[in-house]
């Protein structure tokens, strides 16, 4: 009987290859990127806009400049520190010792 699920040697697109579907829409949407932009600085430089608005802009101005910044992994212990990985031990155990 055959194997069913997980990925096929050779399947999928190639990386690197772009994706089709979107390809065509990425380069219709790109024409307007100097719009977007001055758009995204206009409401920056407005004083009349509400204060959300103008953060807003900031942050995706600044996202496309440089990247959106990293983000912390939160969660842990009690007092919110990240768990640290101490030791990585890998056990064999024996089927046919019961004692283990």
Do not use: C, H, W
Not at 13 to 18: I, V
């Amino acid at each position: 009987m055959a194997e069913r699920g997980g990925k096929r040697q050779g399947s999928g697109r190639k990386k690197g290859t772009p994706n089709k579907s979107t390809a065509e829409l990425k380069k219709l949407a790109q024409v307007y990127t100097q719009d977007a932009l001055d758009a995204l600085a206009k409401i920056l430089k407005d004083d009349k806009q509400p204060a959300s608005a103008r953060v807003s802009a900031a942050n995706a101005l600044l996202d496309r400049a440089f990247g959106k910044p990293t983000q912390a992994i939160t969660g842990g212990d009690e007092d919110e520190r990240p768990l640290a990985i101490s030791v990585i031990e890998n056990i064999i155990v024996d089927p046919a010792n019961k004692n283990t």
